[in-house]
């Protein structure tokens, strides 16, 4: 089973650290079911393990704070749904890649159930649309920008942390940082996108491709040997 759980008010996230990291454990010693947990934070910067000094532009903008996940910084804010995933991945194949890759599939059929055309590209970061209407990049290829990032960590195959989706943020509180360390690319929403929709309406899409694209979990695989290193932290993508 999947607790969905959904947080009204805005939530701390030093709150949201402990939260997840309690569950996490206790999913690990099979005493409570995995759980998808949707929610804001108020205004504020997340540091991961390979975030640069000089991508925090105002560092005194709002707090900021070291997020323990691969990637650099990031954003989050009212009008951003954060999904946290609290997945146990070593009973879904014990494939770390395969299950960043589902989480990217997961973001791109939800943003097509609105219409939008997510797409990833090799080493760069997040889940991107096209802006056509938008002068070319430097570099001379069409404009996009970024409207989803993704960034998980694993504790005993567990995973936590996870996604987020700009819905409607104020696009200009990404301006303090460098998003995950991408100069030349901008940041959008599905609202500034033009498109009329809710917070209730990301998560009713959320849900309803959560179990296509995650796929059910398998038998659980074998206790690792004495000694095996524990998986990576994964980068967001």
């Known amino acids: 089973m999947v ?3 959904t947080s009204p008010r805005p939530v701390d996230y030093e709150e949201a650290l402990r939260v997840m990291e309690d569950r996490v454990d206790r999913i690990a010693q099979g005493t409570a079911d995995e759980a998808i947990w949707l929610l804001e934070h108020p205004p504020l ?4 393990s390979s975030a640069r000094p000089a991508d925090l532009v105002d560092p005194d903008r709002f707090p900021v704070f070291e997020a323990r996940r691969g990637g650099q910084y990031t954003y989050h804010g009212p009008g951003q749904r954060v999904v946290y995933v609290m997945l146990d991945v070593g009973s879904r194949g014990r494939d770390v890649r395969r299950f960043v890759r589902q989480l990217e599939a997961w973001v791109i059929e939800t943003l097509a159930r609105f219409g939008v055309t997510g797409h990833l590209h090799p080493g760069r970061v997040g889940v991107w649309v096209n802006r056509p209407e ?3 990049a430097p570099d001379g290829s069409p404009a996009e920008e970024k409207i989803a990032a993704i960034g998980i960590r694993l504790r005993r195959w ?3 942390h996870g996604i987020s989706i700009n819905v409607e943020p104020d696009l200009e509180h990404f301006s303090g940082i460098v998003p995950c360390g991408i100069a ?3 940041v959008t929403s599905l609202v500034d996108l033009g498109l009329p929709v809710t917070m209730e309406d990301l998560d009713l899409a959320l849900r309803a491709n ?3 694209t995650m796929g059910p979990r398998a038998a659980p695989a074998p206790a690792a040997a004495s000694g095996t290193a524990p998986p990576p932290d994964p980068a967001p993508r």
């Open 158 to 160: 567990i995973s936590f």
């Open 134 to 136: 938008r002068p070319a």
């Open 45 to 48: 910067y997340t540091a991961g």
């Open 184 to 186: 030349d690319r901008g």
């Open 210 to 212: 959560f179990d296509r």
């Open 3 to 5: 607790e969905w759980i």
